[in-house]
């Protein structure tokens, strides 16, 4: 994965122009409104813990077209999608909803993030993202809660089939095994 690097020079050889559109095409001209004004950044509860996560980086990454940046890094993943940015923008980009849509780029060229394919995997082989439905029902049943109900792996694999998550998968382990 690609960390955030100190050098604030971008290279026209780093620039991926068809990223960039790719990514304006789906929000239209608002992305180029931003105007950098840390709104996003500042709002976000994540941006508190990780010094390096800023929701307004990403966008102008996006934007400027560092796809290799954008894409591989771990930043994107960190987004917990919460909306604080977007209710907050002053120019109405929508910052979550671009980082969403940059993930599923990375997810279409299988660069997930080990976390969500960790979590895929689980439910796959569980239905689950935990293993022993027996322990947590123990620990349910000292804390007075009902059981958790079996679940149906048959069903589980349809979902994951017609949500294509296999695919996506199979996808990132092509690309990690290149």
């Known amino acids: 994965m690609v960390t955030e690097s100190t050098s604030h020079v971008i290279r026209l050889e780093e620039t991926d122009e068809e990223f960039s559109r790719a990514v304006i095409k789906a929000f239209g001209k608002n992305l180029y409104y931003c105007f950098q004004c840390g709104t996003c950044t500042a709002s976000c ?4 813990f990780d010094e ?5 980086r990403i966008i102008r990454s996006a934007v400027l077209g560092l796809s290799r940046l ?4 771990d930043l ?3 987004c917990a999608i919460c909306n604080s940015c977007t209710e907050r923008c ?3 980009v929508r910052p979550s909803e671009v980082i969403r849509t940059i993930r599923n780029m990375a997810t279409k060229k ?3 993030h080990e976390f969500y394919v960790n979590q895929a995997n689980a439910i796959a082989n569980y239905g689950r993202i935990w293993k022993n439905e027996e322990i947590v029902n123990e620990l349910r049943d000292d804390m007075g809660l009902p059981q958790v109900a079996p679940v149906s792996l048959v069903e589980i694999a349809k979902v994951m089939d017609a949500t294509k998550v296999k695919e996506l ?4 382990d092509g690309a990690t095994e290149k």
């Not at 390096?52 to 307004?56: A, E, H, K, L």
């Open 45 to 48: 509860p994540v941006a508190r």
């Open 76 to 78: 994107i993943w960190l």
């Open 110 to 112: 299988g660069q997930v």
């Open 70 to 73: 954008v894409l591989e890094s």
């Open 169 to 172: 998968l199979a996808a990132r």
């Open 52 to 56: 390096n996560y800023s929701p307004r």
């Open 90 to 92: 002053p120019r109405g």
